[in-house]
């Protein structure tokens, strides 16, 4: 029995990604990113284009814009790429990080079910369809994770001067933009989401996208570089050529030319006016 | 019901073409559940014959402490974990976090309760029965350890499967520790969880399938040798 031991925890130990210790020369970063941009698939359509330019293997850790900012002020990735400018701001005003950058943006939709019960359909104006659902009590289901979509479907509320925690209608799910998505779907519920993501969701049920197009939807994305000054640790230089081919040319083509379904989801400059 | 038929459709299309990732995702579940189950059973199955067999004080305590923690929560047990290799944390400068060793970390903290409370659930057993024997024949306790165990190596199977099952279909774990990163740290059940919530429910089932079936592939080896040990 014993030799049999033997020989399956030489096949588990062979069968180990390299780690750390066994491959010291081999060049990663670990990106803390959120999990609309991973669910969207930009990244296994960026990664390996970097990869072949560089050699850097990007690891990403995806989860919400909070807890992507978290992880970096505890030193634990090596750069950031998330999507709420406030959060940013305070991150690099913290001396968590530097050089924030601009990278690129994509837009949110409000999805619902195509029965549309609080009559948005078509309107332009994202705040005053959050004013009609809230009217109509219609359910909405909110992300309620501290992540970037989260931030700014709070930002609506706070700006109708609207509180609707507590309600029946409002359901906080705590949930990532996926499995927020999953549950909108069975209770047929509006959603605020990123457009990429529900571009490449499959599950979709009777959820169709009702409001779109309203400037204050636009969503842009920011890569911050985890300040090696406070944490040493930091893989500093492959991090950086990780930031800086992001807003080159050819970070840029990459970027614009993911496709889903035909349809380009990510958009680089600045959106005007944020 | 026609999300289950479309899973399967997916589980045999992915493992007849030899799906690479889906090769690197099953291939890590088991290196990771696997390094984490003989660990375990390494440290544990000593211990929890040697608490079969010795007596002090803080016995019963001890046995009281490893049976409570059979009910340790997964998650709690990867956060604690992950604050301990966090790069602010005290064990930050060897760069653990997110990384298969600390996944296997994570579960061999989750196992080892698990193995010490069941190997001294039959090593109590076997004690009663041989313990007059060996100290007749005056073995040490080390000796007494590694006898009592050899005996009961069919019932050290079923642990080692027990711990096993609980590394394989672990997830909370792992996915705090691991960061569910492609590639490196996405096993199968993190794969699942992702799939899931992406809405890809037949592909997540599939996976699910294929995780069953390597649990179930698992045991019967296990099965075959215990026969093998009767004759």
Redesign the interface.
């Given at each position: 029995m014993f030799r049999l031991a033997a020989l399956v925890l030489t096949f588990a130990f062979a069968s180990l990604p390299q780690t750390p210790v066994v491959l010291a020369q081999e060049h990663s970063i670990t990106l803390a990113s959120t999990t609309s941009t991973e669910e969207s698939g930009l990244f296994g359509h960026l990664i390996p284009i970097f990869h072949a330019a560089t050699g850097i293997e990007v690891r990403v850790v995806a989860v919400g814009t909070g807890q992507a900012l978290a992880i970096g002020a505890r030193g634990d990735a090596d750069a950031l790429l998330v999507h709420d400018r406030a959060g940013e701001d305070k991150f690099v005003a913290d001396r968590n990080g530097i050089d924030r950058r601009d990278v690129m943006y994509n837009d949110f939709v409000i999805v619902g079910p195509k029965s549309d019960p609080a009559g948005v359909r078509g309107m332009k104006d994202a705040r005053q369809a959050f004013e009609k659902i809230a009217a109509s009590s219609s359910p909405f289901a909110s992300r309620g994770d501290d992540s970037g979509t989260n931030r700014m479907e709070l930002r609506i509320w706070s700006s109708l001067a609207l509180a609707p925690r507590g309600s029946a209608w409002y359901r906080e799910l705590g949930s990532g933009m996926g499995a927020t998505l999953n549950t909108a779907v069975q209770m047929t519920a509006y959603v605020l989401t990123d457009r990429a993501t529900f571009a490449h969701f499959q599950n979709r049920g009777d959820l169709a996208i009702l409001v779109e197009g309203d400037k204050l939807l636009l969503n842009p994305y920011g890569s911050i570089l985890v300040n090696p000054a406070k944490w040493p640790q930091v893989k500093a230089q492959d991090a950086r050529i990780w930031h800086e081919w992001l807003t080159s040319a050819e970070g840029r083509a990459a970027i614009t030319s993911y496709r889903v379904n035909g349809e380009q989801l990510f958009f680089v400059g600045t959106p005007f006016g944020n | 019901m026609n999300e289950l038929g479309r899973g399967f459709a997916l589980a045999l299309g992915l493992i007849s073409h030899g799906d690479s990732e889906l090769t690197?995702i099953v291939?890590?579940s088991?290196?990771?559940s696997?390094?984490a189950t003989?660990a375990a059973l390494l440290v544990g199955a000593p211990m929890g014959a040697g608490l079969a067999i010795a007596k002090f004080r803080a016995r019963g305590g001890l046995i009281l402490a490893a049976n409570a923690l059979l009910g340790l929560p997964p998650v709690v047990v990867g956060l604690a974990v992950y604050l301990l290799l966090?790069?602010?944390g005290p064990l930050?400068?060897f760069?653990?976090?997110?990384?298969?060793?600390a996944m296997i970390l994570a579960q061999i903290t989750l196992l080892t309760p698990i193995v010490i409370a069941l190997t001294h659930r039959f090593a109590d057993v076997l004690w009663d029965q041989y313990g007059g024997a060996l100290m007749v024949d005056g073995a040490s306790k080390p000796r007494s350890v590694l006898t009592i165990l050899a005996i009961g190596?069919a019932s050290l199977l079923t642990v080692f499967l027990a711990a096993f099952g609980r590394a394989i279909s672990e997830v909370g774990a792992i996915i705090v520790v691991g960061?569910?990163?492609?590639g490196?740290?996405r096993t199968m059940t993190t794969a699942i969880a992702l799939e899931?919530?992406?809405?890809?429910?037949?592909l997540a089932l599939g996976l699910g399938l294929v995780l069953i079936a390597l649990s179930v592939t698992v045991n019967a080896i296990a099965f075959l040798?215990a026969r093998s040990?009767k004759k």
């Open positions: - | 690197g291939l890590l088991l290196a990771v696997l390094t003989f966090s790069r602010s930050g400068r760069g653990m976090l997110f990384t298969p060793p190596k960061g569910n990163i492609r490196y740290t899931t919530s992406k809405g890809d429910l037949a040798l040990w």
